[in-house]
Nanobody, 121 residues
Framework: QVHLVESGGGLVVPGGSLRLSCVAS????????MGWYRQVLGKQRELVAR???????KYSDSAKGRFSVSRDNARNTVYLQMNNLQPEDTAVYYC???????????????WGQGTQVTVPS
């Protein structure tokens, strides 16, 4: 079993910064990628930023230039540094990991419980 635990969400004024962290624990063969998604009530969950173990990154258009994803592979941790936050960034942010479990050949998706980020207008 794989568990993802996020931390670092909260309330921040427009233009402020937050750093989200997510620690993965469990047993697996390999981690293919880790990243962050967000979801606003009533809307689909959307990609914010993703970082593969090979070092490839992908950002949403709204995250480019303001957010930065990084990983500490030794600690199985992924971070999301968010700068210049705006009210439209308000959402629940979910950690995601694409992990190959023991006995399997392709990665499965695992999710954290989510952490709220609120930027009041």
């Amino acid at each position: 079993q794989v568990h993802l635990v996020e931390s670092g969400g909260g309330l921040v004024v427009p233009g402020g910064s937050l750093r989200l962290s997510c620690v993965a624990s469990g047993n697996w063969l390999a981690v293919h990628a880790m990243g962050w998604y967000r979801q606003v009530l009533g809307k689909q969950r959307e990609l914010v930023a993703r970082l593969t173990t090979a070092g490839h990154t992908k950002y949403s258009d709204s995250a480019k230039g303001r957010f930065s994803v990084s990983r500490d592979n030794a600690r199985n941790t992924v971070y999301l540094q968010m700068n210049n936050l705006q009210p439209e960034d308000t959402a629940v942010y979910y950690c995601n990991a694409e992990i190959v479990l023991v006995g399997e050949y392709s990665p499965s998706d695992f999710w954290g419980q989510g952490t709220q980020v609120t930027v009041p207008s």
